[in-house]
């Protein structure tokens, strides 16, 4: 019911991505990464993540499919399709 109410009224997806980025986000690259974490964005089904560390940059890009699978397994719904990061 309430899932429909969300749905219909289109607040849906916005509610996924907010909870992507604020709730899975953190659990999943862990909290060092999380703290080089400068602003995250969804356009798209992309997620933009702006990173202050090159080396952990470098790291979640090698990452990124997994990532990816993860982040959506955590809000249990399909949110993003890829991740870029700058």
């Keep these: 019911m309430l899932h429909e109410f969300l749905r ?6 916005p509610l996924l991505e907010h909870r992507l980025m604020t709730q899975a986000w953190p659990q999943v690259v862990g909290d060092y990464a999380n703290q080089c974490t400068e602003s995250l964005r969804i356009y798209n089904q992309v997620l933009y993540a702006r990173i202050k560390s090159p080396v952990v940059r470098q ?3 090698m990452q990124r499919s997994e990532l990816v699978r993860r982040l959506n397994e955590v809000v249990d719904a399909f949110v993003i399709a890829d991740i870029r990061f700058s």
Aim: glycine share 12%; hydrophobic share 20%.
């Design 59 to 61: 790291e979640l890009h």
């Design 8 to 13: 219909e009224e289109g607040i849906e997806t």
